[in-house]
């Protein structure tokens, strides 16, 4: 595993992060919008959510899915993980300064991300990581192209296979625990 662009990685998420809080404090009209647009498009696809299970499933397919992405796309010269974690962290920033403004403690904002986002932000990273690490070796590898496609292929299906098992823990942290430590439920 390449230790710099993993970090770099983790890296990209934070800057979303960090531009996400700064964007709402200079625009709190255009966040509330994006909050309400976001809150309108979750409450959507949990409405009718009946339990944790189900919950549980929703979170980890659809996490599952963006994993998917940042694996396959990460071969198209590493921009498909990294705009996956910017955007991410970009969102993650909005809702939590948003959230914070609207009088939400700083306290319940972490307990509501940290949980389950320690182990989900790297997962994506890691599937990310795995993407681009077939392209570099198609493109630096040696070997015939096929060999070298195999290869990193190979790679990246194990690092995604990874990125997925650390995704159904997070999706059982953020179904089952984050709701009891952030004080809210069902």
């Known amino acids: 595993m390449n230790k710099k662009i993993f970090l770099a990685l983790l890296g990209t998420f934070l800057i979303g992060v960090s531009l996400g809080v700064v964007f709402t404090v200079l625009n709190p009209q255009f966040a509330e ?9 979750f409450s959507g696809k949990l409405n009718g959510v009946p339990d944790s299970f189900t919950l549980f499933k929703l979170i980890f397919l659809n996490n599952t899915r963006v994993a998917i992405l940042a694996a396959f796309g990460g071969v198209l010269f590493g921009v ?6 910017f955007f991410n962290g970009f969102l993650v920033g909005i809702v939590m300064e948003y959230s914070y403004l609207q009088g939400e403690s700083l306290t319940k904002i972490l307990l509501s991300i ?22 570099l070796e198609i493109i630096k590898g040696r070997g ?6 195999r290869r990193g292929f190979k790679t990246a299906m194990k690092m995604l296979g ?7 823990i997070a999706a059982l942290i953020e ?4 709701p009891s430590l952030a004080g809210y439920s069902f």
Do not use: M, S
């Open 33 to 41: 919008n994006l909050f309400l647009n976001l809150k309108q498009i």
């Open 80 to 85: 498909v993980p990294l705009g996956i974690l």
């Open 114 to 135: 940290l949980p389950h986002g320690i182990v989900e932000i790297p997962a994506f990273a890691i599937a990310g990581l795995g993407g681009i690490e077939w392209y």
């Open 144 to 149: 015939t192209l096929g060999d070298r496609f």
């Open 162 to 168: 990874i990125a997925i098992f650390l995704l159904l």
């Open 175 to 178: 179904a089952y625990v984050t």
